[in-house]
């Protein structure tokens, strides 16, 4: 059967960050609370000229080569943070990126899981045509009630992955354990910016989720978790990742014997930094564990897990490539974070919750240190411009 799987992945979160620690004082919570208890330093905040649409373009700006460009059939945009309720953030971006006009562009949901759905389709579809690529966007600002207890777990960012046959960086394992279940864990009705969440029920259903999706994956004879080197977790905030890790173990036995905290550190260096990125989260774990890894990878098995609230788990396995390392986009993944503005908590309070209630027209403000702005709503229709600094980033991000 043809090698299908992930063959380059960029990522990008905005230029702006608030410190949780000054979120803490604010709240009047021990600040060791939400850096230890909860595993996060800062939380990336959109400026008021970004969505998921400009965040997608960012992300997907660097993986378009020629020859991408060329054999793209399909994009897959993932996202519950969606801007229309009936065009596909997916056909934005094909617009501000001038993809290739023969290809089909469509919308996934169903809360942080379907960017895994995505991915699995975009893997079907190039084991069918092989000569074919696939661009699996996933992009979201995850956003809770200001005072919340979910506060503390918001932020956003983006993820771009090139589907292809022999991929560089890892192959795909068609075997994977599902698991659904109707709940009200967590939920965005149409009308509201901000979700609802029932925080410590949707924390059980997540394990209850994994725990199922690792033992349908057992029965389809998928990878023993003996074989499995390192791990990546749907991450809303990287404490999630030990829960995670200890209710695997304990569901495991034995086979879990050589797995430890080792196995999933490198995958949280990226979320501490940005927050839940809904869809986007496990691909950004993914890209943290591959850049920040300082053993080398190649022909190693990675265990992965997904999962959405409301909700549906998916385990499944990875190989990464020998050699995966030349196509990593590890140097500008760090630059990014690391020329990131902290801004204080009135900017916050203004970008992440006044600028998201208005859909009415407007023109903003260029605000972004991303490469594509929402440049207005003019007569209910977003439009979308290179910003300021299109050239600069470029040079930076390549
Ligand atoms: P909370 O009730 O404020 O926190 O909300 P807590 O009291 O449970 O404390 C959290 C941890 O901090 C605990 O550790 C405390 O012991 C510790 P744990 O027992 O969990 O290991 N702690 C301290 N540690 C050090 N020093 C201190 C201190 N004080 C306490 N002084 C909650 C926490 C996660 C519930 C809240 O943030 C929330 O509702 N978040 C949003 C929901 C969420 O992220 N759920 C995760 C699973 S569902 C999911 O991942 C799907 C999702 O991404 C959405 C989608 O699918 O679309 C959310």
Redesign the pocket.
Known sequence: MTTVGIDDISIYSPGFFYPLEDLAHRHG??????????GQEQMAVPSPDEDIVTMAANAVAPVLTADVRERISTVIFAT?SGVDQSKSAGMFVHGVLGLNPNCRVVEFKQ???SATAGLQFACDLVRHRPSEKVLVIAS?I?R?ERN??????QGAGAVAMVIAKNPSLVEIHPQSGLFSLDVM??WRPNHRDA?Y????L??D??LRSLRESYADFCRKDGMPLAAIEKLCF????T??S??AFAALREAAGAEADHLDETSYAESQAYGRQIG?T??A?LYIALASLLDNCAEDLGGRNIGLFS?????VGEFFAATVRQGYRRRLRTRAHRALLAGRREIDYATYVAWFYNSAKSAEDRVCPEETAGRYRLAAIDAQRRVYAAARNLELNAAACP
């Open positions: 919570v021990d600040p060791a609370k939400y850096l230890y208890g909860i519950e809360a942080c899981y979201d995850a809770y919340s207890e979910g506060e503390c777990t864990d967590f979700a969440v029932d925080g410590k949707s924390i259903v997540y749907h991450q809303p905030f404490k999630m030990k829960k839940n809904y869809a989260s999962y959405g609230s409301g909700s």
